[in-house]
C-alpha cells in the first residue's frame, strides 16, 4: 500500500491547515462556515434542527397557504420501527443472501472492485427502501441512482448541475413517478403490505404529509443508500486486502460461527469484525462533508449565521483530529477495545452516521452489512486485487479506494460460508445490466473515468 500520491482528488487539502490554525471553526469566503469541530459541529447541528417540522406543501406554498406541520421525527420513528423488524434475524438472512447473489453472478469478472461494492450494496439494500417493483421500475430507480453514484466516484469536477442535464431530469423525473405510483398503490392496499421503510409514508403518514412530502421522504431514504452504505463496503474491500494480518484474525473469528449465530445475536458474536468494520468507518469516512444550511439564526464558536447560510460539517476531519485521537492516520480497529489508549477521547468524537437529531437511521443495519459482508469475504469469496502495491484510499466526496480493479473468485469449500438458506440463484440481470457500464472492465486495464 503506498501513501496517496499528489495528483489523487484530496476534498480537503485546502482546509486542514486553516481548521488546525482556527480551532476547527473557520469562514470559507463569506458564504459557508467550516464547522470542522466536532464538539461545535454538535451544538451547531443540534440548535440548527431544534424544530424538525417538514416544510410545507407546495401545492400549499402555491396557493400561499400553510400545511399541515408534520415533524421529520414522525418519519423518522416509523422508519425505525420498521428497521427494527429488517435488522432482526429473518431480514439480516435475507440482505447477506442478496448480497451473496450479486457477489456470486460477478465471480470471475475483470471488475472495478468501489463500484462492485456499490453495485453489492445498493442493490441488497433497495427492498429495504422500496421492496417488490417491477423489473421495469426497479430499473429507472437504479438508474437514477447510478447518476448519482456516478457523480460521488468520479474526482471533483465541475459537471453541469443534474437540473441542467435533460436526459438525467428526465430520469430523475421518472423514478419520481415510480415512488409516487407505488405510495398510490400501498395506500389503495392494492399490493401487499412490505415490512419496507415505504410502508409507513404510504398506510399511515400520507394523509398527513401529502403526496410531494411522501415522495421527498421515500426519495432522501433512496439517496441515503446510494453513497455511504457503499463506500464502506469498498473500505471493508480495501482493508481485507490492504490488511492481511486482519483478514486472517476475521476469518479466525468467522469459523467459529455460523451464520445463524451471526443473523441472531448481530455484532456481539463477532467483536473482532465489529471493532475492525468500526475502525473502517473512522479511518474512511463517507460522505467527506456535509453541507446544511441554517434555518434559524445560529451562533458556531462565536460565529453568527443567518437564515438561509451555509455550514459544512466533515465526520472525516472529526475521525482524524489529533486532539481527540491518537495516532489517527494508523488503521488500528483494536483501538476499540475496552480501556485501549487509543480509543476516542468521547464519543462525540466518532460521528461515522451523523449528527442528532438527524443522525442516520439505519446505522445498526448497514453496520450489520458491513460485518456480513466480511463474512463473505473470508468465508465464501476472495477478493484478488490486480495491483495490491499501489493500492490507497483517496478523500473524495466518499472515501475512495483508487487502483482497486481485480476479480472476486469462489473459495473452495465455499459452502461453509454461505448465507443460511443460499441459493446461488441469478439475481435480476436487467439490474445487473445497468451496473455493468461502470463495474465491469472486460479484459481491458481498469477504465479512468475521470
Ligand atoms: C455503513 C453504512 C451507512 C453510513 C456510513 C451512513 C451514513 C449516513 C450519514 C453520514 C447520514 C447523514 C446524517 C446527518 O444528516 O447528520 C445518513 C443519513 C441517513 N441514512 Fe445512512 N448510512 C449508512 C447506512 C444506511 C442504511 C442501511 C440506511 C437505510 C436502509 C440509511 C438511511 C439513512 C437515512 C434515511 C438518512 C437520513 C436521516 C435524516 O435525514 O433524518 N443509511 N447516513
Same mark, same amino acid.
Given at each position: 500500500m503506498t501513501t496517496s500520491a499528489p495528483r489523487d482528488p484530496d476534498l480537503l487539502r485546502e482546509l486542514r491547515e486553516p481548521s488546525a490554525a482556527a480551532g476547527g471553526v473557520f469562514w470559507r469566503g463569506n458564504h459557508q462556515l467550516m464547522v470542522f469541530d466536532p464538539d461545535a459541529a454538535a451544538t451547531a447541528h443540534a440548535d440548527n434542527f431544534a424544530d424538525l417540522t417538514m416544510p410545507d406543501r407546495l401545492v400549499d406554498l402555491l396557493r400561499r397557504r400553510t400545511s399541515t406541520p408534520v415533524s421529520w421525527k414522525t418519519v423518522r420513528t416509523a422508519w425505525l420501527g420498521q428497521l427494527r423488524q429488517l435488522s432482526g434475524e429473518s431480514g439480516l438472512a435475507a440482505l447477506d443472501s442478496r448480497m451473496a447473489e450479486v457477489l456470486h453472478a460477478r465471480a470471475g469478472q475483470h471488475v472495478d472492485l468501489p463500484w462492485l461494492a456499490h453495485e453489492v450494496s445498493f442493490r441488497s439494500l433497495l427492498p429495504v427502501v422500496i421492496d417488490g417493483l417491477s423489473a421495469r421500475d426497479e430499473a429507472l430507480i437504479i438508474e437514477d441512482a447510478l447518476i448519482k453514484l456516478n457523480r460521488l466516484m468520479r474526482p471533483p469536477s465541475d459537471d453541469a448541475p443534474l437540473w441542467r442535464s435533460p436526459r438525467r431530469l428526465s430520469i430523475a423525473?421518472?423514478?419520481?413517478?415510480?415512488?409516487?405510483?407505488?405510495?398510490?398503490?400501498?395506500?389503495?392496499?392494492?399490493?401487499?403490505?412490505?415490512?419496507?421503510?415505504?410502508?409507513?409514508?404510504?398506510?399511515?403518514?400520507?394523509?398527513?404529509?401529502g403526496m410531494d412530502r411522501a415522495l421527498h421522504s421515500v426519495a432522501a431514504a433512496l439517496t441515503a443508500i446510494a453513497g455511504p452504505p457503499g463506500a464502506t463496503a469498498a473500505n471493508v474491500m480495501y482493508a481485507l486486502v490492504a490488511y492481511p494480518q486482519w483478514a486472517q484474525r476475521l476469518t479466525a473469528e468467522f469459523a467459529g460461527?455460523?451464520?445463524?449465530?451471526?443473523y441472531r445475536t448481530g455484532t456481539r458474536c463477532a467483536p473482532v469484525a465489529h471493532r475492525f468494520v468500526k475502525e473502517v468507518l473512522r479511518m474512511w469516512t463517507s460522505p467527506t462533508m456535509l453541507t446544511r444550511s441554517a434555518r434559524t439564526p445560529i451562533r458556531v464558536a462565536g460565529h453568527a449565521l443567518d437564515v438561509g447560510q451555509h455550514y459544512i460539517l466533515s465526520p472525516t476531519m472529526a475521525h482524524h483530529d489529533p486532539r481527540h485521537w491518537?495516532?489517527?492516520?494508523v488503521f488500528d480497529p483494536d483501538?476499540?477495545?475496552?480501556?485501549?489508549?487509543? =480509543?476516542?477521547?468521547? +464519543?462525540?468524537?466518532?460521528?461515522?452516521? @451523523?449528527?442528532?437529531?438527524?443522525?442516520? %437511521?439505519?446505522? *445498526?443495519?448497514?453496520?450489520?452489512a458491513a460485518v456480513l459482508l466480511c463474512r463473505l469475504f473470508c468465508t465464501t469469496f476472495r477478493i484478488e486485487a490486480s495491483h495490491p502495491e499501489s493500492l490507497r484510499v483517496a478523500v473524495a466526496a466518499i472515501a475512495l479506494p483508487l487502483d482497486f480493479d481485480g476479480r472476486i473468485t469462489l473459495r473452495e469449500r465455499a459452502n461453509a460460508g454461505q448465507p443460511? =438458506?443460499?441459493?446461488? +440463484?441469478?439475481?435480476?440481470?436487467?439490474? @445487473?445490466?445497468?451496473?455493468?457500464?461502470? %463495474?465491469?472492465? *472486460?479484459?481491458?486495464?481498469?477504465r479512468d473515468r475521470a
Open positions: 423525473l421518472r423514478a419520481g413517478l415510480v415512488i409516487r405510483r407505488e405510495l398510490r398503490r400501498r395506500a389503495r392496499r392494492r399490493a401487499l403490505p412490505r415490512p419496507d421503510l415505504t410502508e409507513p409514508i404510504a398506510t399511515e403518514l400520507l394523509d398527513s404529509l460461527l455460523s451464520a445463524e449465530e451471526l491518537p495516532d489517527p492516520e483501538r476499540w477495545l475496552p480501556g485501549a489508549a487509543t =480509543g476516542p477521547t468521547g +464519543g462525540q468524537h466518532y460521528v461515522p452516521f @451523523g449528527w442528532a437529531p438527524t443522525a442516520c %437511521v439505519g446505522a *445498526g443495519l448497514g453496520t450489520m443460511a =438458506g443460499f441459493d446461488p +440463484g441469478v439475481p435480476d440481470p436487467a439490474a @445487473g445490466r445497468l451496473f455493468d457500464p461502470y %463495474v465491469s472492465l *472486460g479484459d481491458s486495464p481498469r
